[in-house]
């Protein structure tokens, strides 16, 4: 089974974008998120995916991934069926020692949140921590995207 490992941070501040050499719009929904699996329907740039995801491991690091490229127009009619919440968000690539981080710069209910994710091809594996990184909430359910479709960040307290 083709699994996923990474890990999650919250950003400090914006001075990855002065270093990102890409950024694209993703848009995304979730036909299923229940907590043992979850459904995506996403379309990120001019592509479009159907994920499935599986249970996170117990340290929230490592879980099933299977992802199939579709149709633009197929994504469009899916996110149609999705459960409320559709996650809107500006993914900026930034590389890393050799490494890419992944930061999520969020719009709509989830404005303000930023999020940086690196995969990894093992849980102990070491990488460099740009200055920009702040805490991790690696396993932390609050801040998976299917989450923040039914708990979105505009509703949190300080």
């Known amino acids: 089974m083709p699994t996923e490992i990474e890990r999650k941070f919250l950003v400090k501040d914006s001075s990855y974008k002065d270093e990102a050499y890409a950024s694209e719009r993703i848009v995304q929904g979730y036909l299923s998120s229940v907590p043992a699996r ?9 592509a479009a995916y159907l994920t499935i995801k599986g249970i996170g491991s117990a340290s929230g ?3 099933y ?15 149609q069926l999705c459960e ?5 968000k500006t993914r900026y690539c930034v590389r890393v020692g050799g490494k890419v981080f992944e930061v999520d710069d969020f719009d709509g209910d ?6 940086a ?4 091809q093992d849980e102990a594996e070491l990488f460099d921590c740009p200055a920009w990184l702040g805490d991790e909430v690696t396993g932390d359910n609050k801040y998976y995207n299917a989450s923040l479709t039914k708990n979105p960040y505009r509703n949190w307290k300080e």
């Open 38 to 46: 979850s459904v995506r329907v996403r379309i990120k740039g001019d």
């Open 84 to 88: 409320p919440g559709a996650i809107v």
């Open 61 to 63: 690091m490592s879980r």
């Open 110 to 115: 989830n404005a303000g949140l930023v999020m």
């Open 65 to 79: 991934e299977w992802e199939k490229p579709i149709a633009q127009a197929d994504a469009e009619q899916l996110l």
């Open 117 to 120: 994710e690196i995969e990894l």
